[in-house]
T-cell receptor, first 111, second 112 residues
Framework: KQEVTQIPAALSVPEGENLVLNCSFT??????LQWFRQDPGKGLTSLLL?????REQTSGRLNASLDKSSGRSTLYIAASQPGDSATYLC??????????FGTGTSLTVIP | DTAVSQTPKYLVTQMGNDKSIKCEQN?????MYWYKQDSKKFLKIMFS???????INETVPNRFSPKSPDKAHLNLHINSLELGDSAVYFC???????????FGPGTRLTVT
């Protein structure tokens, strides 16, 4: 069974810093991996989706990479802002159409 | 325009009752999902429908029954509610199975 882990569980950084969030998964037979952010009391907002054949995706200050063979993905946030404060979740879609979410990283960007 | 909407936003009910949560998407997507987020914020998929057909049915009690009257709607009916059903339930949709998912705002269910 696929297990998706995110480290660290919580992260606090001063505004302007670059940071990296990690996601690891145990079964490399994935179809794609998606990064989301969740604000308190809200639903999830899709940030980036990486297909299994891709190595990275970029959107603005966000860059997500995927190393399927080692079971890792990272989300890089450049020049962090207080508005980036949220919980970040990664989700893996297995080739058997099974979805698994990670445990989440709670990010706080201090002004 | 709201892409994925859910009603109600909050639902408080007593044990043993039957309740429904409605979900609608106006994105023209073929696939819809129901997720449960527990008190520890862990998200787990419950069901997935593609064009009104059930394609994913994770291990959930059969008290939970999804219904898809058309591909824009996926409702969740829960019978004989239990305390452990208290959670936030999210609906989501995607153009195709496996493509980018768009989430609704969630329904916070509290069973007393």
């Amino acid at each position: 069974k696929q297990e998706v882990t995110q480290i660290p569980a919580a992260l606090s950084v001063p505004e302007g810093e670059n940071l990296v969030l990690n996601c690891s998964f145990t079964d490399s037979a994935i179809y794609n991996l998606q990064w989301f952010r969740q604000d308190p009391g809200k639903g999830l907002t899709s940030l980036l989706l990486i297909q299994s054949s891709q190595r990275e995706q970029t959107s603005g200050r966000l860059n997500a990479s995927l190393d399927k063979s080692s079971g890792r993905s990272t989300l890089y946030i450049a020049a962090s802002q207080p508005g980036d404060s949220a919980t970040y979740l990664c989700a893996v879609l297995n080739t058997g159409n099974q979805f698994y979410f990670g445990t989440g990283t709670s990010l706080t960007v201090i002004p | 325009d709201t892409a994925v909407s859910q009603t109600p936003k909050y639902l408080v009910t007593q044990m043993g009752n039957d309740k429904s949560i409605k979900c609608e998407q106006n994105l023209g997507h073929d696939t819809m999902y129901w997720y449960k987020q527990d008190s520890k914020k862990f998200l787990k998929i419950m069901f997935s429908y593609n064009n009104k057909e059930l394609i994913i049915n994770e291990t959930v009690p059969n008290r939970f029954s999804p219904k898809s009257p058309d591909k824009a709607h996926l409702n969740l009916h829960i019978n004989s509610l239990e305390l452990g059903d208290s959670a936030v339930y999210f609906c989501a949709s995607s153009l195709l199975t496996g493509s980018e998912q768009y989430f609704g705002p969630g329904t916070r269910l509290t069973v007393t």
